[in-house]
């Protein structure tokens, strides 16, 4: 309604010039006056019209830490026996030097090579079905007796952004023992 009122008053100004309704000893002044006042009305006309045609803006995206909320909280007494976390079922994360591995059962022995600082992001992407334990992960810190001094630190600083992020989410986190080397392996 705005524009055909703009536009219908455009015309009339645009129609009153050419008509010589202004006086001709200003001709020249009122011509770019006639000019001034036309673009002004046709860039008031494009922004009223824009205004209109813009919809109500989508809403922010949740972060991480909020969706992971809407997961149950953990409920241990589901969690198995330490010497059964083969049979893990929530997702299980494994700090290394320089990368996190997410393992879950939504992908059947694929491991998914994150940041420590994507890992919440992964986790909220995650469907219900991969936390019937509840809001928990199992975490193995990934050391090895012949890691370097530099490779050490890095796991110490992967374990504690992790943990950190973990925490800061509610999230549980079931550590992992490293398996025993048996004699064969050492």
């Not at 007494?77 to 299980?92: D, G, I, M, R």
């Not at 591995?101 to 420590?116: D, F, R, S, Y």
């Not at 890992?119 to 990934?142: E, F």
């Not at 952004?161 to 392996?185: C, D, F, M, R, Y």
Request: net charge positive.
């Amino acid at each position: 309604m705005q524009d055909n009122l703009l536009a219908k008053f455009l015309a009339m100004v645009l129609a009153y010039g050419r008509g010589g309704g202004w006086l001709d000893s200003g001709a020249v002044v009122m011509n770019s006056l006639r000019r001034g006042l036309a673009t002004l009305l046709l860039v008031m006309m494009a922004s009223f019209s824009l205004a209109s045609c813009s919809g109500p803006k989508a809403p922010p995206v949740p972060d991480a830490e909020t969706v992971l909320q809407a997961v149950a909280p953990a409920d241990p007494t589901k969690f198995p026996a330490l010497q059964e976390t083969k049979h893990w079922s929530n997702p299980y994360l494994v700090i290394r030097p320089a990368t996190v591995g997410l393992l879950t059962g939504v992908a059947a022995n694929e491991e998914q090579i994150l940041k420590p600082e994507e890992v919440l992001k992964a986790l909220a992407q995650l469907p219900a079905s991969a936390w019937p334990y509840g809001r928990a992960v199992a975490v193995l810190v990934d050391a090895k007796p012949t890691s370097s001094e530099q490779d050490k630190i890095a796991l110490r600083r992967n374990r504690g952004l992790v943990a950190g992020e973990l925490q800061s989410a509610h999230v549980t986190i079931n550590w992992i023992l490293p398996p025993k080397e048996t004699s064969q392996e050492k």
